[in-house]
Structures are given as structure tokens and as C-alpha cells.
């Protein structure tokens, strides 16, 4: 039975970065690369939010306005009854990007040549952030056992111990490797932090991705010791539209912030983007069901296609996002090589695992929110390139 996942739309009609030809071709050298790159879905928003978009163009008039009442009411009522998480609605400031929170919070929270811990592989962006800020990137890499991601305590405890590193910066759930870090490991991570008085920004914008048995824990849940970033982007494939949300629950901290907001006029609301938030937190929960579903049956596609057409190449097994995580290391080939290969031969364009840090070497990174006929495409393509070295 076709689901609605399956539904193919040309997206090249608008200027996608995605699907753009120009922007694959500066990247990766070939403009005619199936683009699995940009962390995107190939997918509809869900019928509620375009019906509520639809219906607020059709209005006509787009000025001033003011968040709805209830737009605080149906985020938290959201977190609450999806992930256990009670809110407490003053806690939030609101923020253009997750990236942006992460931003402001690291100028705010520490000075010019101080440390900011992340833990490679991982978004690359992060990096560019720490940079651009004047701050030092400090590594605490993940530990790959037995096929699965693991964090290195030891190393966090003697990173965190160096008074000169003031953050950690944890994604949660990972991007790229795919871990839903459990409660136990995040409990351990704010006691280690929290001893060395190191500030924890969570990116969590992947919150709604999890699968199976996995369960994404807040990380505000087992301390109130620095900030959460959220965002309904990700969920609901609206990243183009919207805004992102930052909980803040020490007071100073959050003040800092939101004078800072205030000042620089970061806070601004969108008549679009109210619709959206209304209708995707409040109407489209049988939606990011479904589409949870369709993802896991993707995840199951590809490790059942790899085992039998492509062994040299491995899946790790993710336990949320929509970005799976390959490892490529069986085909032999070295940095350069493997992602001429991928994106020249079997015309794939993947994000090459050295972006997100040396220890990504030998890795890719594919976002499978499309239809299974996309990613059917792409691993044939890749079989065929193998076969023919």
C-alpha cells in the first residue's frame, strides 16, 4: 500500500539549496548527484499546517502581529505529553535558529579564548560557530564500540576540568551518529559539568525523531543547569518558516538573553510561522507518527540492502534523526578518494564524514526523509559503482 511519503514533488520548481544543480555542483563537482545533504525532509508539511498556511495567505493582509495566546500552551502541552517534559512557560525566549541560541549564549557565557567542548563526529556547524566567536573548539570525541557511539567520560571529566573550557555543547539526539543518549548517560554528563561549573547548551532540535524502544530525554529533565534549544523545523519540515525556542531555567541567565533579544530586535514574531507552530503542535501528532514509520522502514531498507548487495559498507544504527550515519571504511579509500568516488561514481551527494571533525573519516552522512524510491536509486547506484572498481 503507497503512503503518503511516497509521493514524489519536484522541488527544483523553487530555489531549493538541496536540490539545487549549482549548489551541488560547487559542492560536490556534479550537478546531476541524487542530493541526500541538506538536513531537510523531501516531504510535505503535514495537511494541518498547510491547511493553516493556506488559509492565512488567503487572508491577504500580512502586518504586525502579536504571538497567539496559546502559541506558549501548545508547545509545552507538546513536550509534555510526547516526551514527559513539563515546561515552565517563563522559561522560554524565543530565538531565529538553534544556531543562533548557541550563539548568543556562548558570547554571553564566556569570554574571548575560552574552551567550548563538542563531541566529534558532529554537526559541523558547531565548529563554525565556536570560531567565528573567538572561542577555542575543545574535543571530548565519542568512542565507536561494537558498532555504536558511545561518550567518553573520562575524557569529558579531564576536558571539564580545565577552567578555561566555560561549555558543552550537546546534541541531543546526535548528529550525525544517530545516539538518543539515555538518562543515565546525560545524569552523568550533568554531574561531571555541573562539578567543573561548565555550562550544557542542548541542541535538541532532533527531539521528535526517535525510534523503537529509544526514548529522548530532556536534558533540562536531569538538571537545571543550562539551556535547551528546540525548534519544530526539524518535526515538521518547515525549516524554511520558522522560529526556534531556547528554555532557560536560571534566572540571571535567562534574563542576560533576553535583554540581549530585546535590544537586538531577535524577537520578532512571523504570521506564518504562528500558523504553523499552531497547527503542527496542536493537530499533526498521527503525522509524525506516521512519518516515524515510514523513516524506520527506510533505516530498514537500507541495512537490509547494504547486508546484501553492499557488505563492505555498514550502517550504524540510528536510533533517531533522519540522518543516517554510513561507514564507508570497507571500500579502502582515503578521504579525497571516497568522496570522489561517491559523488563522481555512483553520483550520490552525501555529506563527507570528515566535515564533522577528522574522526568522521571514512564516514558519510544521508538523510533519508524522501521517498524510498530515492533511496532505492541511490544504493543501486552505489552497487553498481562498487561492482565496476
Known amino acids: ?4 511519503f511516497d509521493k514524489a514533488i519536484d522541488r527544483q520548481q523553487y530555489p531549493t539549496m538541496k536540490w539545487d544543480s549549482g549548489q551541488i555542483e560547487n559542492l560536490f ?3 546531476d548527484a541524487l542530493p541526500f545533504w541538506v538536513a531537510d525532509m523531501d516531504f510535505e508539511a503535514p495537511p494541518a499546517i498547510v491547511e493553516a498556511l493556506t488559509a492565512r495567505a488567503e487572508h491577504g493582509i500580512y502586518g504586525y502581529e502579536y504571538r497567539p495566546d ?14 514527559n517534559w513539563q515546561i515552565d512557560p517563563t522559561h522560554i525566549e524565543q530565538c531565529p535558529s538553534v544556531l543562533n541560541a548557541i550563539t548568543v549564549l556562548i558570547d554571553q557565557n564566556s569570554d574571548a579564548g575560552d574552551g567550548v567542548i563538542i563531541q566529534p563526529p558532529v554537526f559541523f556547524e558547531f565548529g563554525m560557530v565556536i570560531k567565528a566567536n573567538g572561542r577555542k573548539r575543545v574535543k571530548n570525541p565519542l568512542k565507536l564500540v561494537d558498532g555504536k557511539y558511545e561518550i567518553d567520560f573520562d575524557d569529558l571529566e579531564a576536558k571539564c576540568a580545565d577552567p578555561k573550557n566555560k561549555i558543552l555543547i550537546l546534541c541531543n539526539p546526535h548528529n550525525p551518529v544517530g545516539r538518543v543518549w539515555t538518562k543515565a548517560e546525560l545524569k552523568r554528563v550533568a554531574r561531571i559539568c555541573e562539578a567543573h561549573n561548565v555550562m550544557v547548551l542542548a541542541d535538541e532540535i532532533h527531539a521528535d525523531i526517535i525510534y523503537g524502544a529509544h526514548q529522548f530525554t530532556p536534558f533540562l529533565t536531569v538538571s537545571d543547569k543550562g539551556a535547551s534549544c528546540l525548534s519544530p523545523a526539524k518535526t515538521f519540515n518547515i525549516a524554511g518558516m520558522v522560529d526556534a525556542l531556547v528554555v532557560i531555567p536560571d534566572t540571571d541567565i535567562r534574563e542576560q538573553y533576553h535583554d540581549f533579544a530585546h535590544r537586538f530586535q531577535i524577537n520578532k514574531t512571523n504570521v506564518f510561522t504562528s500558523a504553523a507552530v499552531e497547527a503542527g503542535y496542536s493537530h499533526s501528532g498521527q503525522w509524525v507518527d506516521d512519518l516515524l514509520v515510514y523513516l524506520q522502514a527506510n533505516i530498514d531498507f537500507i541495512r537490509s540492502y ?6 563492505q559498507v555498514k550502517l550504524i544504527e540510528p ?11 570497507g ?12 559523488t563522481q ?45
Not at 536510533?319 to 564507508?328: A, I, K, P, R, S
Not at 571500500?331 to 568516488?341: A, I, N, R, S, Y
Open 319 to 329: 536510533e533517531g534523526t533522519y540522518l543516517v550515519w554510513l561507514d564507508f571504511n
Open 306 to 311: 547494504l547486508a546484501d548487495n553492499i557488505p
Open 1 to 4: 500500500m503507497a503512503s503518503l
Open 70 to 83: 496559546n502559541f506558549m500552551s501548545v508547545i509545552v502541552s507538546w513536550y509534555h505529553n510526547r516526551h
Open 29 to 31: 563537482g556534479n550537478p
Open 345 to 389: 561514481e555512483a553520483d550520490i551527494a552525501v555529506n563527507a564524514g570528515h566535515w564533522f571533525g577528522r574522526e568522521g573519516a571514512g564516514f558519510a552522512r544521508m538523510n533519508i526523509a524522501c521517498p524510498r524510491i530515492t533511496i532505492e536509486n541511490a544504493l543501486s547506484q552505489l552497487r553498481d559503482a562498487i561492482n565496476k572498481t
Open 331 to 342: 571500500l579502502g579509500l582515503g578521504v579525497k578518494e571516497l568522496m570522489q568516488f561517491l
